[in-house]
């Protein structure tokens, strides 16, 4: 059974910086502002020899739950209840607070196993703090500076007996298994969720997998980290494994102004790169604005399947006139993806939430798809009897050849005399034929045009 270790503490203390130490990566972002955390976010981490899951949480906050903060204080409370062992975190160089005192009656309260650990003592400055943490009742504080690195050794030796019992042992695929066989059931497909600010992110991923796992409310911006939740889809044929990645609202660049910002639309970007499949959220009070045309640009030039969404449809009042003029924007306004799947939803009601995963699935065997190469070959003289390339500066272009070299997403490469001076209108006719032709919709096809080596160019 794998163990479960959350990083609790007040806003400021370093609880993100220790949970990038332990899972070896800058997962979480990390500022000087209190209160950049607001989701609970899980990583793998690794400790010496010693395997757990690190929950990083929202600093704990004395609020109503009907506020911001306080909605945060409940994601912290459900993190301390799925953990085996808590470490408790306090700033060695500010001291022992009242907020850190109350924090430790109510984790005493809990019942969970905790380790104390004064953060920040890397120095003089917090001999004094790490002392004062005694106070709290809690057993030895140990003094670590998570951003150094320094009392690791430490953190290994008071963790070891909680996490060195013998487990059974599982069956897991090597990366190079994963890459082998992209459809083994036992592979997670690995979803974002991306859009605007406010377009319901948070409260689509939490209806699909049936609790309140992420932060959500009417307050723009909520979501800053990338959160990953992992999840089973029952499909019709097998159930799915799927790594969701909740993501930050992305605004116009003009507009993002804060360092704090700027971070989460990183963080945004690199989900987007990660994933397989892109969800693109859209409000139907106002789709396909010029911010959402440039998100789901980005998507295709990163090479990933693509599915539109349209949120809080249950507030549109003619569906169907909706819906046509809905689809009629797509297919105008992204001709780079051609049928795009677009389900129409509300995430707060759950009304055809059950249709995206469909859509999800089914471009995500598109965006695997690989085609024969005597196939392809007879398509390619096929269309290029239909219509001969156009004659360039009086030379002749000619296409002798083309294979498929990669799936994920699918592409081509063929050989063609004047590679260089083919016109690109050329190019969408071919990789539009090749969508037609092998049903390949949607997802992005990349075509590259190969010049062949010319044996006698020397001579």
């Keep these: 059974m794998d163990r479960k270790i959350a990083i609790v503490g007040r806003p400021n203390v370093g609880k993100s910086t220790l949970f990038n130490r332990l899972v070896g990566k800058r997962l979480a972002l990390v500022d000087d502002t209190p209160g950049v955390t607001r989701d609970r976010r899980e990583g793998e981490a690794r400790l010496g020899d010693l395997e757990f899951t690190v929950i990083d949480t929202?600093?704990?906050?004395?609020?109503?739950?009907?506020?911001?903060?306080?909605?945060?204080?409940?994601?912290?409370?459900?993190?301390?209840?799925?953990?085996?062992?808590?470490?408790?975190?306090?700033?060695?160089?500010?001291?022992?607070?009242p907020r850190d005192e109350t924090?430790?009656?109510?984790?005493?309260?809990?019942?969970?196993?905790?380790?104390?650990l004064a953060n920040k003592a890397e120095g003089a400055a917090g001999e004094a703090g790490a002392l004062d943490a005694w106070s709290l009742g809690l057993g030895e504080p140990l003094q670590i500076s998570a951003e150094h690195g320094e009392g690791m050794g430490g953190l290994y030796a008071v963790l070891e007996p909680f996490l060195s019992e013998p487990e059974d042992e599982e069956v897991h695929l090597s990366t190079e298994d994963e890459e082998a066989d992209w459809d083994n059931p036992l592979k997670p497909l690995r979803v974002a969720i991306v859009g605007r600010p406010n377009a319901g992110k948070s409260t689509l991923v939490n209806r699909l997998i049936g609790e309140d796992r992420l932060l959500t409310g009417p307050e723009a911006g909520i979501t800053r980290d990338a959160i990953s939740v992992e999840w089973i889809w029952k499909g019709e044929d097998r159930d799915w494994p799927v790594k969701l990645f909740d993501t930050a609202g992305m605004r116009k660049k003009a507009k993002v102004q804060s360092k704090l910002e700027k971070l989460s639309v990183a963080d945004a970007l690199r989900a987007i790169q990660f994933a397989e499949v892109v969800v693109l959220l859209m409000d139907a009070d106002a789709p396909f604005e010029k911010q959402d045309l440039q998100i789901a640009d980005l998507v295709l030039r990163e090479g990933r399947a693509l599915v539109l969404a349209i949120n809080k449809w249950d507030l549109v009042e003619d569906k169907d006139k909706a819906a046509r003029e809905f689809r009629e924007m797509a297919d105008r306004l992204l001709p780079q993806a051609p049928g795009a799947p677009l389900v129409f939803l509300s995430a707060l009601s759950g009304r055809n939430v059950d249709r995206l995963m469909p859509a999800a699935t089914k471009v995500y065997v598109d965006w695997n798809a690989r085609v024969k190469t005597p196939d392809l070959n007879k398509w390619l003289r096929d269309a290029v009897d239909r219509h001969p390339p156009p004659a360039v500066s009086g030379k002749r272009i000619k296409l002798r050849y083309i294979a498929q070299i990669k799936t994920r997403p699918p592409t081509f490469v063929a050989q063609c005399t004047h590679a260089s001076e083919v016109p690109a209108s050329y190019k969408r006719f071919l990789v539009n034929g090749i969508r037609e032709a092998f049903s390949i919709p949607a997802v992005p096809i990349r075509l590259i045009l190969r010049q062949p080596d010319n044996p006698y160019s020397d001579e």
Excluded: H, Y
């Design 58 to 97: 929202p600093g704990l906050e004395e609020a109503p739950e009907r506020v911001l903060e306080g909605r945060m204080r409940r994601q912290t409370d459900k993190a301390i209840e799925e953990a085996d062992v808590c470490l408790f975190l306090v700033d060695a160089r500010a001291g022992v607070t």
């Design 103 to 116: 924090f430790a009656n109510i984790l005493r309260a809990s019942g969970k196993p905790v380790i104390l």
